[in-house]
């Protein structure tokens, strides 16, 4: 139930037909991971959390650096040295306090993620790491917990946006990426133009809310390149590879 404050707050979003008081509802009772708290995870949980998305579970492991404030909105300069789970906590909490924001200040690896997936029920998982390593780690326990995985890359100019593991008939991110085919660079050696990675964020944000309302057009896999030089974004279907080793063990159990 929402309350009388609750539909001040989010009318706007609840006047979606879409959406309505019963959409509002699910949005306030779902649980969401957020995996960094990096330039994409700031944008996406700062969205999520004015959204009135009831429960987000935020996991890094690194401190706020000055080099950070240039794209990863959610910290401000009195934050750095802080960890990055607690600084984000913080402004989360000053967007919307009557929200649960769990946080786990420690690096996202299988093990790490699998206790999370077992111990939560979580609605989707938001992939706003920085590192091939975690990316892999992320699917496999979003194949094995069968939770939708919203996927988002930012280097340079250009952005990339992924969604997997819809069903088990979706490609996973391994189905797309493998140790041979990895796209190179990052951040730190390439640059980023400090909106781009934003609006990578805010697409997640916007991927995950989807999920949650029941709002997505098809359960395929797909991924979005936006090249912000042009001004375009190009959207692929991402088709299941009948050889992936992470999800064609795991296809038998969901819709
Ligand atoms: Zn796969």
């Known amino acids: ?3 009388q404050k609750e539909l001040i707050q989010y009318s706007r979003q609840i006047i979606l037909p879409e959406i309505d008081v019963e959409g509002q509802e699910k ?3 779902s649980h969401i991971a957020i995996i960094g708290m990096g330039g994409l995870g700031s944008s996406a949980a700062m969205y ?3 959204a009135g998305v ?3 579970t935020i996991i890094d ?3 706020v650096e000055r080099s950070n404030l240039q794209r990863q909105i959610i910290h401000q300069v009195s934050g750095i040295g802080r960890q990055k789970v607690e600084s984000a906590k913080e402004t989360l909490q000053g967007i919307n306090p009557d929200i649960n924001v769990n946080v786990i200040n420690k690096k996202a690896t299988q093990e790490q993620l699998s206790e999370l997936t077992g111990e939560f029920s979580f609605d ?3 992939d706003c790491s920085d590192n091939f390593d975690t990316r892999f780690a992320i699917n496999r326990a979003s194949v094995i917990g069968q939770i939708p995985l919203v996927s988002a890359t930012a280097v340079g100019f250009k952005g990339q946006l992924a969604i997997f593991n819809l069903s088990s008939k979706s490609a996973c991110y391994h189905c797309l990426y493998s140790a041979m085919n990895l796209p190179e660079g990052n951040c730190e050696e390439q640059g980023i133009l400090s909106p781009v990675v934003g609006t990578m964020g805010c697409l997640q944000a916007t991927e995950a809310l989807k999920i949650i309302s029941g709002l997505t057009a098809s359960k395929e896999s797909f991924l979005l390149a936006y090249d912000s030089i042009s001004t375009q974004f ?3 279907n991402v088709p299941k590879d009948p050889s992936c080793v992470d999800c064609k063990t795991n296809t038998t159990s969901y819709a």
Do not use: E, Q
Request: glycine residues 4%; aromatic residues 4%; charged residues 15%.
């Open 1 to 3: 139930m929402l309350s």
């Open 27 to 29: 949005i306030k009772s």
């Open 48 to 50: 999520l959390a004015a």
């Open 54 to 56: 009831g429960n987000l």
């Open 61 to 63: 492991h690194d401190v």
């Open 124 to 126: 989707v998982i938001l």
């Open 234 to 236: 190009k959207s692929f």
